[in-house]
């Protein structure tokens, strides 16, 4: 019989040098067979093959935390599927009204990420995605509910019950700084459209060395808070409690790092749990009187104001429950925010010609 003989060691090494691995964006030649193509992104931690057979590209931006730099501006939201849409208009109208780059913070409860990666045109391994022209970064980031679970309000208006206020998505604003680290952010919620850029909001917290900055309102806390005080809350100061103006939570730009360090979450935390001991009399809200007691609090008792308040046009409300506005004014103003029931989204919802380009202008950004 014909004997073969084992191929020598040189033979072996020539068949190894037909498989050529070219890393980092070359080509993965097999032989004189199927070719795949290598992509990796230098911010990428693992490098996606891409196959004739199965294409693979992957929405993802692995070095979201140092994206843009210095210079990059931090915009958080928070949102359940409610809210979605109003979420895609007010993250489309920050990037576009951006003069440089961001980072946008989307934070949702752990049960909804694979809804908002597929809001986002996320890859289901990935949390994060940079959008259409590199200007900007969108960053998920999943919360649990037993991590905001001492700032939930007894909410007692069933208005606020029927507009879900009494959400998770709603308070977890407060625990920011555990979720983002030490970071002046600004904060906006979903029913709004920004049409400047938010630079003068940080600068404001920079320059005034305070924890937030938040805009002029008309408004008092007595309009919220029971004259008689049948909590017993803070009873040498109620009167000046009462009339100290109301900040909308809605919009603000706040420094982490020394809402960490000045333990102001705990604060929150004792104001929601003094409402709910005694039953929601204290207060008819979730996270925005929480976030005003704070700092009136620490005004009046403390003799140390750690808030700055910046002009109404940076949170121009009241666009869902009033229906006759100066649409001028409208046009002009920082930040629109739809505060009541008609919200933009809705078929019933007022001014959605503000707010419907750029809920059309998010697709561009994102592509499913």
Not at 77 to 94: F, K, P, T
Request: proline share 5%.
């Amino acid at each position: 019989a014909k004997t073969t003989n084992p191929p020598t060691v040189p033979v072996i090494h020539a068949m190894f040098r037909a498989i050529t691995l070219v890393a980092a964006g070359a080509l993965v030649t097999l032989g004189s067979g199927s070719v795949a193509q290598a992509k990796c992104k230098a911010s990428d931690a693992t490098t996606m093959i891409q196959t004739r057979v199965a294409p693979v590209v992957a929405h993802c931006s692995l070095g979201h935390a140092s994206f843009g730099g210095p210079s990059a501006i931090d915009v958080a939201w928070a949102s359940d599927e409610r809210q979605a849409e109003g979420l895609q208009a007010s993250v489309a109208s920050a990037i576009a009204a951006a003069k440089g780059p961001m980072r946008a913070h989307v934070m949702v409860l752990r049960s909804a990420m694979p809804s908002f990666r597929k809001l986002f045109g996320i890859h289901a391994d990935c949390d994060s995605v940079e959008a259409a022209g590199g200007r900007a970064v969108v960053i998920l980031h999943p919360f649990d509910m037993d991590m905001v679970m001492a700032s939930m309000s007894k909410v007692a208006s069933a208005q606020l019950q029927q507009m879900h206020l009494d959400a998770p998505t709603v308070v977890v604003r407060l625990y920011m700084h555990q979720l983002l680290g030490d970071k002046v952010v600004i904060w906006l919620d979903c029913d709004t459209i920004v049409q400047q850029d938010l630079t003068p909001l940080r600068s404001a917290v920079l320059e005034n060395g305070v924890t937030v900055a938040v805009a002029n309102r008309s408004k008092k806390l007595s309009d919220v808070l029971n004259a008689s005080n049948p909590c017993q809350f803070e009873p040498e100061i109620w009167d000046k409690l009462r009339h100290a103006p109301s900040f909308n939570d809605g919009v603000y730009a706040v420094d982490l790092g020394r809402w960490a360090s000045k333990g102001l979450l705990k604060r929150a935390e004792e104001i929601v749990a003094k409402n709910n001991d005694c039953q929601g009399r204290l207060y008819d809200s979730v996270s925005q009187i929480p976030f005003n007691l704070v700092f009136h609090l620490a005004s009046l008792r403390d003799k140390a104001k750690d808030f700055v308040a910046v002009s109404q046009t940076w949170n121009w409300d009241g666009l869902g429950c009033k229906s006759e506005l100066d649409t001028a004014m409208i046009a002009n103003a920082s930040i629109l925010h739809w505060t009541g029931a008609n919200k933009p989204w809705l078929p019933e919802g007022f001014y959605r010609n503000f707010w419907m380009p750029h809920r059309e202008h998010f697709s561009s950004l994102f592509p499913a």
